[in-house]
């Protein structure tokens, strides 16, 4: 296997963690908890950035306590994908725990600024939304991923 030079979820050959980004999942959300405990436990990521929350107050609070620093600390996604795409150190993947409705329009956007998208479950509410999805991840070269969210479970992973 070769490293392409960009996120192809085989870290282990760039000998570090993959840096990630979240939307949703900040203080008062349940599943944005269980992605974050999966990625950890993976030890294949390093969550650099979110987009926690659309309240301020609560987005910035919820990455302190995520220890993310507070210039990555987002309380609007595109202003993220904007500036996570121009960074040197920006993010490789952004998992997206919001909710079902608001994924196409979130991962469309990090999908044109060059960012893998890491979806929940349902990819989109409806199916032309994941078609234009598929084509967008076809067109970029990125990474369109989902997830099933009792994969972090110790007994899942056990198995």
């Not at 950035?49 to 910035?60: F, T, V, W, Y």
């Not at 079902?100 to 999908?111: E, K, S, V």
Request: net charge neutral; hydrophobic share 45%.
């Amino acid at each position: 296997m070769v490293f392409t030079g960009k996120c192809d979820l085989r870290s282990p050959l760039l000998g570090r963690r993959l840096r990630l980004g979240f939307i949703g999942g900040g203080k008062g959300g349940l599943v944005g908890r269980w992605h974050f405990a999966g990625a950890r436990l993976s030890n294949h990521w390093e969550i650099v950035a979110g987009a926690l929350s659309s309240d301020p107050e609560n987005a910035h609070a919820s990455a302190a306590e995520w220890m993310i620093a507070p210039d990555r600390s987002y309380s609007d996604w595109n202003a993220m994908a904007t500036a996570e795409a121009a960074r040197d150190d920006g993010i490789e993947a952004v998992s997206i725990v919001t909710p079902n409705w608001t994924h196409h329009r979130i991962a469309t956007a990090f999908l044109k600024a060059g960012i893998d998208a890491i979806l929940d479950k349902p990819m989109t509410t409806t199916v032309s939304d994941a078609r234009e999805l598929v084509e967008l991840q076809r067109a970029t070269d990125r990474l369109v991923i989902m997830t099933y969210p009792y994969a972090h479970h110790a007994m899942v992973r056990q198995a």
